[in-house]
């Protein structure tokens, strides 16, 4: 039988294309705090950086060619996705970009249900989040944003346990019927039936979806919303017919215990229209996430942060063998799983989508397209006021969690900015001046387009 070893909360996704969706254009939480500057701790650089770059001159940055010194507490969720941030610290990715991140040797280790309330409370001052799981606190939490989304999870799933005999969606397809018709056979079992799920407005439109797709009535289902670890319990007990958890692990879990795989997003991926808001409805982003003060207050920080990012994610995807070998260690002392490289390479595959730079441009830049930050989440908000986990007459938006098109659009802007000014000034340089410029490229090669401009702006004024 096929094993899955899964040291995470969550999951990656099959067809990176498929799922880049949203990181170009939010501009939301530097206007609302009325611009943004750049305190940064000196120590030794003899600089402070200071600025008030916003998506309305995301060139105005600030002056000089160091990159400043900043201290970062940063706090890691104990997932497969999440925890890649270790290997930006071990190769010292950070400290090429000024950031020290703080403790040693590797952040904070955080959790899904506490992460926010140390964001708040200070304990760190960046955490790695899950969009639904942010979503989910908006009903009493006001200032704790989203700045950039590392990966989508894709890897919710309704599960039927190994007496059902059910035959998956996705076997059926391949059988020849259509979509349509093989998710109501597949899911036909569910009417008179019991199904645990995951108390999360992300897992109820994915329930939702299928249910309506197969023309179940919803009333006829025995509906348990449950934590993970009772939805595990309650399943290998023999209590409920179907399961549908939110973590990797519990699902995990369940798959060695012979459940089947029976309804997945992937099915919903590829048996929709491309984007089609049923389908990225169910989609969830993981990312960093930082009070609107210490953006608005650090934004070039925020900055080379992403950078790193972006530079990690380009390492995970292209040479996976030789990084997630890195992470390995992290994982296992976190989790307590022994985890291998085989594994973890097998979790990465299945349960999440690392999108480089530049597809990301197709999860923010049309905030209007059914693959936007805003569809996704402003699905996943409807969801939860229905359900009461957001106050019915709370006036919110997507843009009051997560500000990731912002930051990504003022990147954009200097990548754009640096490839101008290379063009029309920035080659030939001699002396030191080339000298700063092989340093603005070597900055730009690691994803770093705030201080590659800087770089090349000093070098060719």
Known sequence: MESFVVPDARSKPLARAVVALALLMVAFLVTACGGSSDSTSDTGSGTTASSEATTSDPLKVSPGADIPKATVRFGITPFADASTFVIAIREGWFDDVGIDIEPKPTGVP???DNLVQKIQTG???VATAFGPGVIQNMGNVDNVRMFGFSNAFIGSYILASPESGAKPVADLVKQGMPFDEAVKQSLSGLSGSSLAISNT???????????DL???DIGDVKIQALPDAQIVALARGGQVDYASPEGAAQTAQLLNDGWVKLATVTDLLEGLPPGDPRAVATVGHDGPAATTDFLSQNRETALRFLSVMFRTID????HPDQYLQEQLPYLTSVTGVDE???NLKDTQD???DFVPFEEQAKWWSDVDGPNSYQSVYSAQIDS????????ADKDVTPDDAIVGRDFYEQLVALKNAYDKLLAQKGKNLSGAKGQLAEQAAEQYAARNYLDAYRMLKTATE
Do not use: C, N
């Open 384 to 391: 939860a006021k229905q359900s009461g986990i957001i106050p």
């Open 201 to 211: 407005g992300q897992r109820r439109d994915f329930i939702k979806v299928y249910f």
């Open 110 to 112: 955080v959790t899904a």
């Open 340 to 342: 291998t490289l085989p």
């Open 350 to 352: 299945l349960l999440f």
């Open 214 to 216: 197969a023309g179940i």
């Open 123 to 125: 304990d760190v001052d």
């Open 315 to 318: 390492a995970v995807v292209d």
